[in-house]
């Protein structure tokens, strides 16, 4: 992006604060949001950073991830005048030292909530659903009766929640805040004193309970004032604010730029979405792009679940390379391109053993989104420390080599039991070393790399991991009636057994080294030429269905949640494409699909190519 271009909305941002009266900014993807949160919160210090400062207050700036927090911060400069945020750490900072107003707010709202919920999915009878409902119920109201004896409250980074040991979840975070600023006035005049400006970013990312809660904080003329940004089309995540509106007499502004994407793929959006018209701002005027879809006859499925069978995923990803082929885009390692599912990328790029593991029967929700981060403890410190130890030594760098094993376990620390040897000495010992840690990676198991490892302290090992390796592999047959609690075993022993081959990839997806991504995970990035993959039946997740959504007369309609679902996904993916873009549509009917798009006006007959 070029020169900063000041638009209307910018300017009706500016009146309103001037004004001192409350919005939030529609805008579209490309439209240069940051920017405009940027020129408001710079207004914001120069019109009355003085006198907040004297006052001791602070403006706040809640952002959906960390890496927003660094962007933003930098382009302020770190001036402490801002706390910049993600939307978790903010809250619980705010929260955290009152502990008798959140054993208050868990007493007199959380818990209770929690418990009518489950009471719901309790019809008395002996159903496995009926009888969990009533062991949680049993669980939540034991420590209810527990909360008196809580001396203080911690927030871990789970889904989890532990109240009779002051253990609180994401949700717990946001529904205990929400009541607070909601329900007790007190809290909530403290609160809109030390933030007189309250700016939320990605607006349609938070919870209805906290966009509910600033504008409580809000509601009178004046300050304070709340200001969010965002996109109702960009909300891709359940339960979130996609209807976020300003405080009762806050204005409603839409930027309508676009300052990302060429004139092909703008145009294309502006037919996709239908509730804002965008238009070329900026270097992009300049920009024709293309915009082309290719259908790909998919085959009926011929393993159980309507999946398809090995050898039909095989030929699956033959049309993709075929696909690619047609456009001119083969071989180039520059192209970004959007899966749905993980499975799909793992399959690919060849981890779709370690997948299956930990998205299947003995992996909890815990351990599939620690797998997705790469932060489980089983595999993050072969993302951190063993994989990276084996590419430098692979790559000949053995300065890297050195530089790494000092940093990752005790042998090769400074101040370790090698501290007296010279430094000849301990570049040959690290040659040797990681030299036969290649070897064991190479030709022996997971667990035979970890306790190589440890027995010669290469890297830390963590409590959890050498409680696993001391300990003989679970013999028993798994049943989940009975080992439900104690499944990780199950996973840890399976996971140890596996040979090393899928782990380099695994590793260099999580590290971000390669050209492929989930279709959530690139929200917010941008990217020259992208391929979005549309295969509902490879992806088998049925919250979604592409076909439905760009093809109803051909693959069905939609329920309602695939509708929006899908809609608002496609929608992420298609405006990342800064100059082109390819969509890859696996469908039943390719021709009778063609006929649909072309009648729906989404793309032209020499946009639209077919493989049988």
């Known amino acids: 992006m070029s020169k900063r271009i000041q638009t209307e909305a910018d300017e009706k941002v500016a009146a309103c604060l001037n004004e001192q009266r409350s919005f939030a900014v529609i805008a579209g993807a490309g439209s240069g949001k940051t920017s405009s949160l940027i020129d408001a919160l710079n207004l914001v210090r120069a019109n009355y950073g003085v006198e907040l400062r004297k006052n001791g207050q602070r ?81 939540l109201t034991e420590e209810l009766e527990e909360l008196d004896k809580v001396t203080s409250f911690r927030y871990e980074d789970t889904v989890y929640s532990n109240y009779s040991k002051g253990k609180l979840s994401h949700d717990d975070v946001i529904e205990v805040v929400g009541y607070l600023l909601v329900d007790k006035e007190v809290f909530r005049k403290a609160f809109g004193f030390r933030y007189p400006f309250i700016f939320v970013d990605e607006a ?69 979405r239908k509730d804002v018209e965008q238009y070329p701002a900026g270097d ?28 039909q995923l095989d030929r699956a990803l033959h049309r993709m390379d075929q696909a690619l082929e047609d456009w001119g885009w ?64 692979r790559n000949g760098d053995q300065r890297q080599v050195v530089d790494l094993l000092r940093t990752i376990g005790p042998a090769f620390d400074v101040r370790g039991k090698n501290q007296d040897r010279s430094l000849k000495e301990m570049v040959e010992l690290s040659r040797q070393t990681v030299t036969r840690l290649d070897e064991v990676w190479a030709n022996y198991t997971l667990r035979d790399v970890y306790e190589y490892c440890q027995e010669n302290e290469l890297i830390r090992i963590s409590e959890r991991l050498s409680e696993h390796l001391a300990r003989a592999p679970r013999t028993e047959v798994y049943n989940e009636e009975i080992f ?72 069905g309609e939609p329920t309602e949640g695939q509708y929006r679902r899908s809609e608002k996904l496609a929608y992420v993916c298609f405006s990342r494409a800064e100059e082109n873009l390819r969509i890859l549509f696996y469908t039943n009917n390719a021709v009778a699909a063609k006929q649909e798009l072309i009648q729906q006006e989404l793309f032209s007959e020499t946009d639209i190519g077919v493989i049988a």
């Not at 920009?287 to 090995?310: C, F, N």
């Open 59 to 139: 403006v706040a700036c809640i952002t959906y991830t960390k890496r927003a927090v660094e962007v933003i911060s930098t382009r302020l400069g770190f001036d402490d005048l801002f706390a910049v945020s993600t939307l978790h750490s903010f809250l619980w900072r705010e929260i955290k030292t009152f502990t008798k107003d959140i054993r208050n707010a868990l007493r007199e709202s959380r818990i209770p909530h929690l418990i009518a919920k489950e009471a719901e999915k309790d019809n008395g009878g002996k159903s496995k659903a009926a009888r969990k409902a009533r062991e949680k119920i049993a669980k």
């Open 204 to 272: 349609q990312d938070t919870f209805p309970i906290i966009v509910d809660a600033f504008n409580a904080v809000t509601e009178d003329d004046g300050l304070p004032v709340v200001g969010y940004f965002g996109d109702p089309w960009q909300q891709i995540y359940d339960k979130r604010a996609s209807d976020f509106r300003p405080p009762l007499g806050g204005e409603t502004i839409e930027k309508t730029e676009n300052f990302r994407c060429s004139e092909s793929v703008i145009a294309f959006l502006n037919v996709f």
């Open 284 to 311: 992009n005027k300049r920009r024709q792009g293309s915009v082309k879809i290719t259908l790909v006859e998919a085959e009926e499925p011929e393993a159980p679940r309507r999946r398809y069978s090995d050898a």
């Open 330 to 393: 083969e071989g180039r390692g520059d192209v970004i391109r959007l899966f749905l599912a993980r499975q799909m990328i793992a399959r690919r790029l060849g981890f779709a053993c370690l997948n299956s593991l930990f998205t299947g029967k003995y992996a909890s929700t815990t351990a599939q989104v620690d797998y997705e981060s790469g932060e489980h403890f089983l595999l993050k410190p072969i993302v951190t420390a063993i994989w990276p130890l084996i590419e430098a030594h």
């Open 484 to 555: 439900g609690l104690e499944k990780g075993d199950w996973l840890c022993d399976d996971f140890l057994a596996m040979k090393t081959t899928e782990l380099g990839a695994y590793c260099n997806f999580i590290q971000e080294n390669t050209v492929y991504s989930t279709q959530h995970g690139v929200k917010g990035e941008e990217y020259s030429d992208v391929l979005v993959v549309f295969d509902d039946i490879e992806a088998a997740w049925n919250n979604y269905s592409f076909s439905k959504l760009l093809t109803p007369g051909t693959s």
